[in-house]
């Protein structure tokens, strides 16, 4: 009796398993993944003034299946060199900020970690906190901050350090300041983790057999936090390739990052098959970091 | 985790003092200029309130806020129904078919650029509009499902955290016992994961009440979110009313995770407190 309830049982998970697991999966590959194949479609179309403003790569007349590649976008991002200098120029921005997110953010994660339980809690609750805040309103403080009459310079002025205001704000300068501020949380939680799972007696160890700090500092604690330092680093650098409002905001007109180039494609030349043939150069330049992240958050997932 | 040393170095409270700085001082400053009488923003004539009154009949703004909330509302709770299905699929129920492209699916969204996003979710939109007749007016449903997808993959990341450290035992008890698996599911494993869905639908209710591109894209005339408005008015530069909105978000975040706070500071005390009676008695 119980054994064939059991067998029932067991008959029955596998369509229940399943039922479970195509919900979210659907939505998912109808929402997030097909796009991506549709974006790769359009930046093979051309141009047009219509609704929607591009033309239809297949068509059917006379009996015929006519398919029409137009590969003239692609050429076009390769013979104007504002496409391959906005991407260069995105990618070092993107490199030189994580870098800057891990300069401040591991010091941080380790002065937290090193704090007594009771107020660690408190101190990663106040990491956090200022990113239940708008995004766009923090990035907007930096224009008051930046500015020739703003308060950095007033102060520094005032102080008697310049006696001129510094040009800040419209400038690469201000894009770096941006992207640092509004990602650190995303580079401090991840070390944290990773910090906090850290067998502290090696560190003892290492020091008591005559490791300076320097030397615990890059042959134990950074290897062994080395998971996290990824995590972090991928969180901050692949999105901020693409970022869009912070260039925007508080670069200058010299600031050309290829979010900015994809947006104006769209929205001001109207131009959908190129801006789709700048999406799909860009996802190509971030397949592997993807991938790489991919891989740690799926073990932090716990996914077999 | 008592082996994590304590340092009380200068160094540490040097590096938790320039940190905290430089993570709070701009918010504190948007706060306290949202006060000032004078319309260039960093120029300091006198404490006025004036910009609240602006703000509140400033209609464009107050539309935003209410399509922004609604939205948000309906993204969070659906990212939560989705998010928890997907993080239960990946914990517990074992080798799956798809199981690489479903994580795959779940992490890509957390880092994607929001101009990818944007784009190709309109792309998909106007493709599915010219097959069937859907989506051609774009507006509340499409930045809705925009905004659930994304928000999807952090409900799932939190949840799924959250399932993995819970104690299998309970569950295997209660389905050794008869117990059908949506029983189970909804007796106990959804009790003890409420905590991280509480979170999860917090997270996803702020970073849809966040998004300002991937709206643009997927929006329509007909729809403005408050984040579209007041990215608008900040191209344009500084604006007092725009100070007085950020110290409005800013006290109720503050007071939200305080109030937070509070109560998981008293139920962890009480919790402390009956653990000690139940020991000492």
């Not at chain 1, 790769?40 to 590649?69: H, M, T, V």
């Not at chain 2, 009949?57 to 948000?72: K, Q």
């Not at chain 2, 966040?210 to 007041?230: E, Q, Y």
Request: include cysteine; hydrophobic fraction near 55%.
């Amino acid at each position: 009796m119980s054994e064939s309830r059991q067998n029932k049982r067991r008959r029955k998970l596998p369509s229940s398993k399943y039922l479970v697991l195509s919900v979210p999966y659907l939505w998912l590959l109808l929402f997030f993944l097909a796009p991506f194949f549709i974006v790769f479609k359009i930046s093979f179309a051309e141009a047009q003034i219509a609704i929607p403003p591009f033309s239809e790569l297949l068509s059917y007349a006379d009996e015929q299946l006519q398919i029409l590649l137009n590969v003239g976008n692609y050429f076009y991002l390769i013979d104007d060199d504002l496409y391959a200098s906005a991407y260069l120029l995105s990618l070092k921005i993107a490199a030189i900020s994580t870098f800057l997110c891990l300069l401040i953010g591991f010091p941080m994660a380790w002065a937290i970690v090193h704090s007594s339980p009771s107020s660690r809690n408190i101190l990663l609750m106040l990491i956090i906190l200022p990113s239940w805040t708008s995004f766009l309103i923090r990035v907007y403080a930096w224009i008051g901050i930046l500015r020739n009459n703003g308060f950095l310079n007033n102060f520094l002025m005032s102080i008697g350090v310049i006696d001129k205001p510094l040009q800040i704000l419209h400038t690469d300068t201000a894009v770096y300041i941006g992207i640092v501020y509004t990602y650190l949380p995303f580079m401090i939680l991840p070390i944290y983790t990773a910090l906090m799972r850290i067998d502290y007696s090696l560190i003892e160890a290492a020091r008591d057999l005559g490791a300076s700090t320097l030397t615990v500092l890059f042959k134990v604690l950074l290897p062994l936090a080395k998971g996290g330092i990824i995590a972090g680093s991928m969180l901050v650098f692949i999105p901020s390739v693409g970022e869009f409002v912070i260039p925007e905001l508080l670069g200058g007109p010299d600031s050309i990052l290829i979010g900015k180039v994809l947006w104006q494609e769209f929205f001001n030349n109207r131009d959908w098959p190129v801006a789709s043939a700048v999406a799909t150069i860009m996802l190509l330049l971030l397949v592997a970091p993807i991938m790489y992240f991919h891989r740690y958050q799926k073990r932090e997932m716990g996914a077999s | 985790m008592s082996s994590i040393p304590v340092y009380k170095t200068r160094w540490k409270w040097l590096i938790l003092g320039l940190g905290f700085s430089f993570l709070y001082l701009p918010i504190l400053s948007l706060v306290v200029y949202s006060f000032n009488a004078n319309r260039l923003v960093t120029v300091w004539s006198g404490f006025s309130t004036k910009w609240y009154g602006e703000l509140f009949r400033d209609d464009l703004l107050m539309n935003g806020i209410i399509l922004s909330l609604t939205i948000a509302f309906m993204a969070a709770t659906a990212a939560v129904v989705l998010g928890t299905l997907a993080a239960f699929a990946m914990t517990r129920l074992g080798k799956l078919r798809g199981e690489t492209s479903f994580a795959f699916m779940i992490t890509a969204p957390l880092v994607m650029p929001e101009v990818i996003t944007g784009l190709s979710m309109l792309l998909l939109f106007i493709s599915l509009g010219q097959v069937f007749d859907l989506f051609s007016q774009r507006g509340m449903l499409t930045i809705w499902i925009a905004h659930t997808t994304f928000c999807t993959a952090y409900v799932a990341v939190v949840v799924s955290s959250r399932l993995r450290e819970l104690d299998l035992s309970v569950e295997e008890a209660a389905q050794d016992l008869g117990a059908h698996p949506f029983k189970v599911f909804f007796l106990v494993t959804l009790p003890s994961i409420m905590p991280a869905i509480v979170s999860g639908w917090l997270l996803a209710f702020t970073l849809s009440l966040d998004d300002v591109v991937i709206a643009s894209f997927v929006s329509g005339p007909s729809a403005t979110t408050l984040p579209m408005v007041v990215f608008s008015s900040v191209r344009l530069g500084v604006s007092p009313k725009i100070n007085a909105l950020a110290t409005i978000i800013i006290s109720v975040v503050a007071l939200a995770s305080f109030l937070a706070w509070w109560f998981m500071a008293k139920a962890e005390k009480r919790r402390i407190l009956e653990a000690r009676m139940a020991g000492g008695t």
